[in-house]
DNA sequence: CTCTTTTTTTCGAGCCTCGAAAAAATACTG
DNA sequence: CAGTATTTTTTCGAGGCTCGAAAAAAAGAG
């Protein structure tokens, strides 16, 4: 069961509550606060004076919304952006990027960096991250000391805790304590994140109409990856980042999938697999990397013409819409967001995936089912690790020690 | 956002926090409640004197547990049985239910009633239900106002809020919005619920230790339902009650399935599908009913002999392994309790499933996912029910009012 | 310049939880 | 059997938090 509510926590989950609610909201008033919070006028003055004294909060003068009405004008309240920092770290395939992104949201600095990530040996790769977040200390115009986190993201499998990256199709190997490596080396707190779990959180901050309580992230890249959210929040698997939606079983025994297993959607949906069956290559042959580049060539051959690259587009569909059916039978259908190269290419998909998702158990939502479209995953997920590296600052400002204990769940 | 926390809250959800407790663990002593909740001895000895006062825990006194211990004895807290009382109902295939439950779990009355749901026209299957349930209140020993809840639990899909029957197989009417009819006729509140939900449910009070935060309930019976607990709570579908296991394509285009589609699941692996394979029908043969004993017996033969009947029931046990195996790359692996008369043959079906689970995502854990088997489902099911009835009283009987407003979601 | 309207702050009241100390209830000891 | 030690439970005052009401502040309207 989870644990009582002691009186001290009262104080800390509304001041939770009060930055959530700046942050979302913008430059929301006393007023506005206190009424999507529903506590009274007292209690949000008093909350916000002290947030504002302690310099994480401040206050965004008259003008802004032209006061046409009467009475005294709402003063908004906004985040200070030098109430701290955070950084963010994406590795990819073979491109190393990290960002300093203030308190309220905006980059402050960035650098970018190419590098070949599958020849790449652990000790080097790990040394090429700590390096690139070392450069970004040493700059004069930073102040170390005002970075209060480190969230880093990477494509591949991560543990349920955030800690460590446990298998990657960017690199050989396996089991990389990134977060501890961060931490050690800076004394920052750090977690490593995966790469379409910060696609999803991006997108319900890029457009938190659309991408609400339930939606769906899917990356169309080399691999086939899943950023799930349910009831508003990211679901993750219980001992890893979960969603491994790439690796459902589509034709049992099918294609063989990078993965080492045969039949997954990734064998048929994934660069390698469009590239391999567009090639008309054998559906073992080994799965071998392919540009952008080649896979936009790909596509504009299969627009043109009804050949093998067309149908190598249509399995990749089909292979996606069972297994989107198969996910909707679980968790009922929920808008999707295609992100990544192949994400252009969605006209190429659409038809042969909704075609399967109509003979599957999401079949009669078919046509009421969206699917939205972004070619480049990268802004997204650092976007995503910049949200998720600020929520936790949110909750660690505010709250000095007093955490929850472990406890049992409840009924 | 979730709303702010409000000063009575704080009460409320500690008042919770104990009864929870005192449900949870039997007779425990107030110190032990304390240690368990993390609240301090005089808050729980403050909020069990009021609880008492109120007539909803009891002291129970001394005796128990043999006190060898030195100082003054623990003194165990129950839950008071006359506090209130709920009532269960389950539908299921030709069989009706109800039975009536004290605060503190116990049977007290019962009624059960075969009747042909498969052709019930839809008044007359409603008005079972209602007269079952007005039986028990018309029962002299029964005070009518000691009950506080109903739950009703049904084989088939429910809504998301617990409110009506969406579909089931058990008839073939469909969308009946039974908790607002019991509500309506008697004037309790009641919910309506899912079958394997209620499994689950029932799994988790009945082993905690095994059953606790994270795992998987499948009903192998005419159909193929799944109710599943993660990270300690009932996953359910955004819309419906979810988890529709048995929908999930195992082979697309494959076998027919009683939901219309093909190659489901539970096309391979409900009973109907065992049988047709077994006789060498056609897998686009219509689904047919069997019954239990005819089930046992086809299970026997397989035994016997390495026939279409043992055959039979290796597909299905490859359907439920990739099945799993797919479901396993979502959520990760977890304890898994079979239940139904087709887990009688679990032995049949188990060297197939784990083969296939060995060739999917779940596959590295495949030996270590262990599986328990229950042929029974309805006590399950009406135990379900009742914890979930007892739940609700549990959380209305101390927070009179003052429920949470909706709100949005939190980073 | 005064009145009206709206936002924000102030202030006392009422709860709630906590820690410390007291009270209660039993086993151990000689 | 009386006194001591030990453990559980209750009591009591202190400190904090939120709330509602009223006051203060800051504009536009007339």
Redesign the pocket.
């Known amino acids: 069961m989870s644990v ?5 926590d ?6 939770a509550m009060v930055i959530s609610a700046v942050r979302r909201a913008g430059q929301p ?6 009424a999507t919070t ?12 002290d947030l ?1 004294q302690e310099g994480i909060l401040t ?1 965004s003068k ?1 003008s802004e919304t032209a ?11 906004g985040l200070n952006p030098e109430a701290t920092a955070v950084m963010t770290v994406v590795l990819s395939l073979n491109f190393l990027s990290v960002a300093v992104i203030d308190y309220a949201g905006q980059v402050i600095a960035e650098e970018q960096r190419r590098l070949d990530t599958l020849t790449m040996p652990r000790d080097e790769l790990i040394g090429e991250c700590t390096a690139i977040v070392r450069r970004r200390f040493e700059d004069p115009d930073l102040d170390v000391r005002s970075v209060a986190r480190i969230a880093m993201g990477i494509q591949g499998i991560t543990d349920t805790h955030a800690r460590a990256m446990l298998w990657s199709p960017i690199t050989s190997q396996t089991d990389i304590p990134f977060a501890d490596i961060l931490e050690g080396e800076f004394g920052i707190p750090a977690t490593m994140e995966n790469d379409c779990n910060m696609m999803a959180v991006a997108l319900q901050w890029r457009d938190p109409e659309r991408y609400r309580d339930d939606f769906i992230a899917i990356l169309l890249s080399h691999g086939i990856g899943m950023g799930l959210v349910l009831k508003g929040e990211l679901f993750t698997g219980t001992h890893s980042s979960g969603g491994e939606f790439g690796h459902m079983i589509h034709r049992p025994g099918g294609a063989l999938c990078r993965c080492g297993r045969r039949g997954c959607v990734e064998a048929y949906a994934g660069n390698y697999a469009i590239w391999r069956n567009a090639r008309m290559m054998s559906e073992d042959a080994e799965p071998a990397d392919v540009g952008d580049a080649d896979m936009r060539a790909l596509a504009a051959r299969a627009r043109e013409s009804d050949g093998p690259e067309r149908e190598a587009y249509r399995k990749a569909g089909e292979a996606l819409g069972f297994g989107l059916g198969s996910l909707f039978a679980l968790i009922d259908p929920a808008p999707v967001a295609m992100v990544g190269v192949s994400a252009a290419a969605f006209d190429l998909i659409e038809p042969a995936l909704r075609e399967a998702i109509a003979q599957t158990a999401g079949g009669q939502h078919s046509k009421s089912i969206s699917f939205d479209t972004e070619p480049n995953e990268l802004p997204l997920i650092r976007e995503g690790c910049a949200m998720r590296a600020l929520g936790f600052v949110d909750q660690e400002i505010f709250a000095p020690g007093v955490q929850v204990k472990p406890g049992k769940h409840v009924a």
Chains 1, 2 share one sequence.
């Open positions: 009582g509510i002691r009186h001290d009262l104080r800390r989950r509304n001041r008033s006393r007023t506005e606060i206190a529903g506590l009274s006028h007292s209690t949000i003055s008093a909350i916000s004076s504002i206050e008259p006061s046409l009405k009467r009475g005294r004008p709402q003063v908004g309240l």
